[in-house]
C-alpha cells in the first residue's frame, strides 16, 4: 500500500532521529516532507507553557524532579540531548512560543497535545496555551489540541471553540459518543487496542481516526483498510520507504 507524507503525523517531532520533543526533532518533519507534527505541552513553575512530555525531568534531560517544579531559567539550563545522543547535547526543552514559530516557518500542522497529570492545574494551562497561541503568527488553523483530559477539551470547547479538538484514549470506550461535543476533528487511539467494529464507529460520526504510536508498518496495515486517516509514529521513514 502507498502512503503519502499527508497519512503521517511525527510523534514528538521524529523521536527516533533526534531527541523528542526538541526543535530539532520537530525540524526533521519538515525535512522528511511531513506536514503535521505532534507535540506535548505542559506549564513550568512559573507558569511557561514548554514542550516536553513526562512529569518527571529524569528521562529526557541530566535534571530531576518535577517539571513544574522548575522554573523556566534553571529549565532551560538542562541538556535535553544528550541522553539521546552526544551529538544532541546543546538541545534545550523548547517553549511553545518557540516550537509555535518553527512550525510556522516550516509551515507544519500541530497536534497540541495538553499533557496533564493529577497534580497539573489544567485551567491554568490551557489559559497559557490560549495566551501563546494568540500571540504566535501561526494559524489557528493549523492547530488541532488533543488531550486525555476530558476537563481540558471542556475549556477548549468553553473559552476557544475556533480551536480544532480531538480526544486521546488509550481504548476507544463503548460510549465513547457521548463526549462528541468534545471532538470537532478527530478520536485518536493506541493502535493495538483499536477493533474494527470502533474504527467503523468512529468514521461514521464524520470524525477522523488517527493511531498512536506504531513504528513498524507492518503491524497496522489492516488498519489503513478499517478506515484510519493518520499513523502518529516516531519514524514516518519507514512508512515512506515501506510503501510499493
Not at 507535540?39 to 534531560?61: A, M, Y
Not at 488509550?170 to 471532538?183: C, G, K, M, Q, S
Request: charged share 20%.
Amino acid at each position: 500500500m502507498k502512503i503519502a507524507p499527508q497519512q503521517l503525523c511525527g510523534h514528538r517531532g521524529v523521536a527516533a532521529h533526534a531527541p523528542e520533543n526538541t526543535l530539532t526533532s520537530i525540524s526533521k518533519v519538515r525535512e522528511m516532507g511531513l506536514s503535521w507534527v505532534e507535540i506535548d505541552v505542559q506549564l513550568t513553575q512559573d507558569g511557561v507553557p514548554v514542550v516536553f512530555h513526562d512529569h518527571n525531568l529524569l528521562r529526557c534531560t541530566n535534571g530531576a524532579g518535577a517539571l513544574k517544579d522548575t522554573p523556566l531559567a534553571e529549565l532551560q539550563q538542562l541538556d535535553a540531548g544528550g541522553h539521546f545522543s552526544p551529538t544532541f547535547e546543546h538541545e534545550r526543552v523548547p517553549t511553545l512560543a518557540a516550537v509555535l514559530a518553527q512550525a510556522h516557518r516550516d509551515a507544519l500542522h500541530i497536534n497540541l497535545e495538553i499533557k496533564t497529570y493529577p497534580d497539573s492545574d489544567i485551567p491554568a494551562l490551557c489559559r497559557a496555551i490560549f495566551t501563546c497561541l494568540s500571540a504566535s503568527p501561526i494559524s489557528l488553523e493549523k492547530v488541532l489540541v488533543s488531550s486525555f483530559s476530558l476537563e481540558a477539551l471542556a475549556i477548549v470547547r468553553d473559552e476557544m471553540p475556533e480551536l480544532s479538538r480531538a480526544i486521546l484514549w488509550e481504548t476507544i470506550p463503548e460510549n465513547w459518543y457521548e463526549f462528541r461535543d468534545l471532538a470537532t476533528f478527530s478520536i485518536h487511539c493506541n493502535y493495538r487496542h483499536l477493533t474494527q467494529e470502533k474504527a467503523k464507529s468512529v468514521k461514521d460520526s464524520g470524525l477522523a481516526l488517527k493511531c498512536y504510536t506504531p513504528n513498524e508498518p507492518a503491524e497496522v496495515e489492516a488498519l489503513w483498510d478499517w478506515g484510519v486517516d493518520m499513523m502518529i509514529t516516531d519514524d514516518p521513514g519507514k512508512y515512506l520507504t515501506h510503501s510499493d
